[in-house]
């Protein structure tokens, strides 16, 4: 079983940056692809970036492309989330999953069998 544990949230203000982090541990399989998604007040949790297994690979949601991105460090078990020019449509929950190797597209919660609690980012006008 993993175990995905997401840090580096808090309070900033628009156009400031955050790094978000994700420790892996457990049966981690540092193969499997990644991806964060967020969750905003009354909102249902959206796809904001993903990576493939070998960090090659990346894929955004459009409203935040070019301002976000998304790294790993598999000799870390640590997934990353480089935020910047953050505006307040950013202030959300933000989640990091794990996906299976084969299914759904990335942007698709279907794709993720296991998830973080959650780490908050509050972005104040």
């Known amino acids: 079983q993993v175990q995905l544990v997401e840090s580096g949230g808090g309070l900033v203000q628009t156009g400031g940056s955050l790094r978000l982090s994700c420790a892996a541990s457990?049966?981690?399989?540092?193969?499997?692809?990644m991806g964060w998604f967020r969750q905003a007040p009354g909102k249902e949790r959206e796809f904001v970036a993903a990576?493939?297994?070998?960090?090659?690979?990346?894929y955004y949601a459009d409203s935040v492309k070019g301002r976000f991105t998304v790294a790993r460090d598999n000799a870390k078990n640590t997934l990353y989330l480089q935020m910047n020019s953050l505006k307040s449509e950013d202030t959300a929950v933000y989640y990091c999953?794990?996906?299976?190797?084969?299914?759904?597209?990335?942007?698709?919660?279907?794709?993720?069998?296991?998830w973080g609690q959650g780490t908050q980012v509050t972005v104040s006008s």
């Open positions: 999953a794990t996906a299976s190797l084969v299914g759904d597209s990335l942007s698709e919660e279907s794709r993720y069998y296991a």
């Open positions: 990576i493939g297994a070998l960090g090659v690979t990346t």
């Open positions: 457990g049966r981690t399989r540092i193969t499997s692809p």
